[in-house]
């Protein structure tokens, strides 16, 4: 079983709807959750950071945390073409590394 | 700096060469981070720095690759006699490494892709 898993998509969803994806991981003691943009041929950067069970609203992006079920999800609403890349789930493990593992991303396209 | 840099952003070598892959954190970051990332896969972690140490070389993948950090600034990531399946994209991250959970935030360099042929 992978760390942290995602699936590879691509999640395709038209212009203006809303965007769910989804990534669960497997060390219960995970404390810190982050939902990270990579356009193609660019490096990752942060859109979401989230460390508590709820959900987290910065603009048109939610993170939601469920420690209970070991997932964490991001909606993006109102979603955009500039939106479609891939989206790269990160969790800070409870115990051992200290270092972001990494999901394999969901590739998402906003259809125009 | 601004952001994270790494340099070069792109380098060819023979296989069998040496290469030597730099990055230079935020300044005021204490933590820093090598990942690769193959094409069209995940990040893989490789090694963790905390000022100058390296408390986390889990992901180095062979005894060809090293890394050092000086002066909690920085750092270089040298893969001894390349091989193929070197060939990927090298990417550095600092975060400001205090511990809180808020500072676990990783900020990314562009990368160096780096080819072996």
């Known amino acids: 079983q992978k760390e942290v898993e995602q699936n590879s998509g691509p999640l395709s969803v038209p212009e203006g709807a809303i965007a769910s994806l989804n990534c669960t991981y497997s060390?219960?003691?995970?404390?810190?959750f982050f939902w990270y943009r990579q356009y193609s041929g660019k490096s990752p950067e942060l859109i979401m950071s989230?460390?508590?069970?709820g959900d987290k609203e910065d603009g048109r992006f939610t993170a939601q945390l469920n420690k209970a079920s070991q997932y964490v999800s991001l909606l993006i609403r109102d979603s955009q073409p500039s939106d479609s890349a891939t989206y790269l789930c990160?969790?800070?493990?409870?115990?051992?590394?200290?270092?972001?593992?990494f999901g394999s991303g969901t590739r998402l396209q906003v259809q125009p | 700096g601004a952001g994270v840099s790494q340099s070069p952003s792109n380098k060819v070598t023979e296989k069998g060469k040496d290469v030597e892959l730099r990055c230079d954190p935020i300044s005021g970051h204490t933590a820093l981070y090598w990942y690769r990332q193959s094409l069209g896969q995940g990040l893989e972690f490789l090694i963790y720095f905390q000022g100058n140490s390296a408390p986390d070389k889990s992901g180095l993948p062979s005894d060809r690759f090293s890394a050092e950090r000086t002066g909690g600034s920085v750092s270089t990531l040298t893969i001894q006699r390349t091989q193929q399946e070197d060939s990927a994209v090298y990417l550095c991250?600092?975060?400001?490494?205090?511990?809180?959970?808020?500072?676990?935030?990783?900020?990314f360099g562009s990368g160096t892709q780096l080819s072996v042929l």
């Open positions: 991250a600092s975060s400001l490494g205090s511990g809180l959970l808020m500072d676990e935030k990783l900020f």
């Open positions: 989230i460390y508590s069970n």
């Open positions: 990160a969790v800070k493990g409870g115990t051992g590394r200290r270092a972001l593992t």
């Open positions: 060390d219960r003691g995970s404390q810190s």
